[in-house]
């Protein structure tokens, strides 16, 4: 399974940008989360969608700005990023784990992942 992430770019502080994750094959059965990494930091999960659709998950610094969805006929997860913060810098990732249901997507160890889409945010 290979997955890359695309939609980065450069906005200004307050903007939006919607990052998408696409699958080389069907994802149907998978969990999917986005993650994020800054130079000199850990990965930080970002937030997670299980393989139906209807749970997400998101880390305490994006809640209520982000939103993930997922599209399986188009094998492809969404990450609506709104009010974005200059503390949102960073290489997003996407990465797959199969068949978990567990509600701890943002911490589980994942199967396969992508290169990363950069998101600069200027202040």
């Known amino acids: 399974l290979q997955l890359q992430a695309s939609g980065g770019g450069l906005v200004q502080a307050g903007g939006s940008l919607t990052l998408s994750c696409t699958a080389s094959r069907s994802t149907y059965n998978y969990a999917i989360g986005w993650f994020r990494r800054t130079p000199g930091n850990e990965r930080e999960g970002v937030s997670c969608?299980?393989?139906?659709?209807?749970?997400?998950v998101y880390s305490n610094a994006v809640k209520g700005r982000f939103t993930i969805s997922r599209d399986n006929t188009k094998r492809t997860v969404y990450l609506q990023m709104h009010s974005l913060k200059p503390e949102d810098t960073a290489d997003y990732y996407c990465?797959?784990?199969?068949?978990?249901?567990?509600?701890?997507?943002?911490?589980?160890?994942?199967?396969?992942w992508g290169p990363g889409t950069l998101v600069t945010v200027s202040s």
């Open positions: 969608i299980l393989s139906g659709g209807d749970i997400t």
């Open positions: 990465a797959a784990i199969r068949d978990y249901s567990g509600g701890y997507c943002l911490t589980v160890t994942y199967d396969y």
